[in-house]
C-alpha cells in the first residue's frame, strides 16, 4: 500500500498529482482506510503557493469520488437480490431496508449528498442505494453534485489554510483538517438528531447487509 502522503507531498508541483488524486479518492470511496483527505488538502495546500492548480486538483478529486462511488452502488446493485433473500418480511432489517428505499425515494438527494460528508455513511449509502435499485441517473446526479461540493470544501479548505498560513505548513494543514472534522461533526450532529427522531436509519441498514 502506497503512502498517499508522501505521494503528494513529494509530487506537489507535477502532474503526477493529479492522478494520485484520481486513484487516493477513487479507492477512498469504498475503502475506509485510504486517507483521501489528508491527501486533498495537501493538494489544497500546494495550490495556495502556486505549485499546482486549485481548479485542476478540485476537477481530479471529483472525477476520482465520482467513479468511485458507482463502485459500491454496483455491487450493491449486483447483490440487492440476495440480499433481499436474506430479509424476511416483518423482520427489522427488512423494515430498515424498507425505510432507506422510502427516504432515497422522497429526499434522494439530500441522503447522498450530506453522507458524502461522513466517511462510513458514504459508503453505506451508496452501497444500499445500490441495493434498494435507485434509479441510476438519479444516482449520479446527486453524486456529481455530492462529490463535487466535497472536493470543493476539501481542497477549499487546504487552500485556505495554505493562504493564511503560508510560513508554517504543519499549522496549514491543522487548520484545514480542523475544518474538515468541524463540517463532519455538524453533519454528524445532524444525523444523530434525525435518527432520534426516527429509530430505523441507515445503521440498521448496514445491520441488515451483514
Not at 489544497?44 to 503557493?49: C, D, L, N, R, Y
Not at 444523530?192 to 441488515?208: E, L, M
Request: hydrophobic share 50%; net charge positive; charged share 15%.
Amino acid at each position: 500500500m502506497p503512502d498517499w502522503i508522501d505521494l503528494a507531498e513529494s509530487w506537489a508541483a507535477s502532474p503526477y498529482l493529479y492522478a494520485v488524486l484520481i486513484a487516493v479518492s477513487l479507492l477512498d470511496s469504498f475503502l475506509p482506510l485510504i486517507p483521501s483527505e489528508p491527501v486533498v488538502i495537501l493538494a489544497g495546500i500546494a495550490g495556495a503557493t502556486g505549485q499546482t492548480n486549485i481548479v485542476l486538483v478540485i476537477a481530479a478529486t471529483t472525477v476520482g469520488a465520482f467513479l468511485g462511488d458507482l463502485v459500491p452502488y454496483s455491487i450493491g446493485r449486483l447483490m440487492g437480490e440476495r440480499v433481499l433473500n436474506r430479509l424476511p418480511v416483518g423482520t427489522k432489517r427488512r423494515k430498515a431496508y424498507d425505510w432507506f428505499e422510502r427516504e432515497l425515494g422522497s429526499r434522494g438527494g439530500f441522503v447522498l449528498v450530506s453522507t458524502r460528508f461522513i466517511p462510513v455513511g458514504r459508503y453505506l449509502a451508496t452501497g444500499a442505494a445500490g441495493v434498494v435499485r435507485y434509479p441510476l441517473r438519479r444516482f449520479m446526479l446527486y453524486v456529481a453534485i455530492s462529490t463535487t461540493t466535497w472536493s470543493a470544501y476539501t481542497a477549499l479548505s487546504g487552500y485556505l489554510g495554505g493562504v493564511f498560513f503560508q510560513e508554517n505548513t504543519l499549522l496549514a494543514v491543522a487548520v484545514g483538517v480542523g475544518l474538515a472534522f468541524a463540517v463532519t461533526g455538524a453533519v454528524e450532529f445532524s444525523r444523530y438528531v434525525r435518527r432520534r427522531r426516527n429509530p430505523v436509519t441507515s445503521d440498521d441498514i448496514a445491520a441488515g447487509h451483514r
